[in-house]
Nanobody, 124 residues
Framework: QVQLVESGGGSVQAGGSLRLSCAASGYLYSRYCMTWFRQAPGKEREGVAAIYIGEDSTYYTDSVKGRFTISQDNAKNTVYLQMNSLKPEDTSMYYC?????????????????WGQGTQVTVSS
């Protein structure tokens, strides 16, 4: 069984930064895709960024390119999402999720393992 635990959410003003963490435990393949999703009230869950553990390939949705960076610490089985230049439209619940590969990384329905989420609120 895989467990994912997010942390690092909070409230910031526009232009500020936050770093989210997702700690993974349990059985995982040596290579797998770890993805950050977000979901605002009344909206669909959106893929934000993904990293292919074992190859370090990264993927981003267009709206966060140049502002967000996804990275990994293999020793800690932890993936990070560094969020800079935050905007009010980045306000959402952020979730991490895992699956065996990063094919269609943005498709939430393809993920079996999810964390409980961490709230990010950006005020103008």
């Amino acid at each position: 069984q895989v467990q994912l635990v997010e942390s690092g959410g909070g409230s910031v003003q526009a232009g500020g930064s936050l770093r989210l963490s997702c700690a993974a435990s349990g059985y995982l393949y040596s290579r797998y895709c770890m993805t950050w999703f977000r979901q605002a009230p009344g909206k669909e869950r959106e893929g934000v960024a993904a990293i292919y553990i074992g190859e370090d390939s990264t993927y981003y949705t267009d709206s966060v390119k140049g502002r967000f960076t996804i990275s990994q610490d293999n020793a800690k089985n932890t993936v990070y999402l560094q969020m800079n230049s935050l905007k009010p439209e980045d306000t959402s619940m952020y979730y991490c999720a895992a699956k065996p590969n990063c094919d269609t990384w943005f498709a939430a329905e393809r993920y079996k393992f999810w964390g409980q989420g961490t709230q990010v609120t950006v005020s103008s």
